[in-house]
Structures are given as structure tokens and as C-alpha cells.
């Protein structure tokens, strides 16, 4: 019984104090990163610090390269990407965290057409699918029929699968 409540109060204490040692470590390394300089130059000259100064120094230079970009029509970002693609070991690193990052901020319309249930791997298993292209057509003596492919992941990784075509209907 008391082991019980102690696992349950456990269970309930782990993830606040992961998450308030997270968010605390971050706004801590994002404030030190700009704001130590700030505000030692504050307190020299003022007396006084703002604490989080680094962080808002930090939000309003994201939003100036924002605005830079909008208005240079993302031509410096374009040539910024090509001369890091240049360069060896800058391109392995700066390759995989644009590919994430593009995926986490940007909206991209969906490549999938659908959803269906199709049979396979073999005759009476169904596996879920998803459409990625239609109304490939076939003509076998006088008719025609429209195929599909479609891509069906895998596990563990559902970014990993099999592409089958198969008839419409």
C-alpha cells in the first residue's frame, strides 16, 4: 500500500520537475547567451539588470532577420543555403536540421491523395495506405483499367514502407 502511493507520487512528480529543470536550463542558456553582456554592461553604467533581457534581444533579432528576409524575397537565405551546401562538413550538419526544421515549422501541402485499406502482403491481409498517385491507365484489349500506387509504411518507422500498385477499385 505505501509503496503504491509512493510510486504514483513518483510518477506524478518525475515529469513536473523534468519540465521546470527543462524550461529553467533553457531560459537560463538562451538568457547567458546575450544576456550576460547586456546587463554586466547595465549594471556598470545603470545599476541595475533585466533578467530575460538575452531572451528578448534574442526574439527581436529572430524577428529582424524576418523582416530581412521578406524583403530581400528570401534571396539571402537562398545564398546563404548555397554556399553552405559548398562546404563539406558545414553541408552534413546544416542538411539534416533544415530538412527537420522545414518539416516542424513549414506547411506543406500533403502528398497523400487518401486513405485506404488494400490487400497485402498477400491475398485476405489488408494493410493500411495511403494513395500517392492516381489514374494510371492500362489498356488490355478493348478496356482500359486505372491503377494507383500506393505507399504503405512499415514499422517501427512509419517513414519507411512499401509502394504497390494496384487496380482502382
Do not use: H, W
Not at 11 to 31: E, K, L
Not at 78 to 85: G, M, Q, Y
Not at 105 to 127: D, H, N
Not at 138 to 145: A, L, P, V
Amino acid at each position: 500500500m505505501l509503496r503504491r502511493i509512493f510510486i504514483t507520487g513518483l510518477a506524478a512528480i518525475i515529469p513536473i520537475v523534468i519540465t521546470v529543470y527543462v524550461v529553467v536550463g533553457f531560459f537560463n542558456f538562451a538568457d547567458s547567451i546575450l544576456g550576460k553582456v547586456l546587463n554586466r554592461y547595465l549594471y556598470t553604467y545603470l545599476g541595475y539588470e533585466i533578467p530575460g533581457l538575452g531572451i528578448i534581444i534574442g526574439i527581436v533579432i529572430i524577428f529582424l532577420v524576418g523582416v530581412l528576409l521578406k524583403l530581400s524575397r528570401m534571396k539571402i537565405s537562398r545564398f546563404i543555403e548555397r554556399l553552405f551546401f559548398k562546404m563539406p562538413l558545414v553541408k552534413s550538419i546544416y542538411s539534416p536540421i533544415k530538412n527537420i526544421v522545414d518539416l516542424l515549422f513549414l506547411q506543406q501541402p500533403s502528398k497523400f491523395k487518401g486513405v485506404v485499406l488494400a490487400e497485402y502482403p498477400r491475398k485476405g491481409i489488408y494493410s493500411l495506405g495511403f494513395v500517392t498517385n492516381k489514374d494510371f491507365l492500362e489498356g488490355i484489349g478493348k478496356e482500359e483499367i486505372k491503377y494507383c500506387s500506393i505507399f504503405i509504411p512499415s514499422s517501427p518507422s512509419p517513414l519507411t514502407g512499401f509502394t504497390i500498385i494496384v487496380p482502382e477499385d
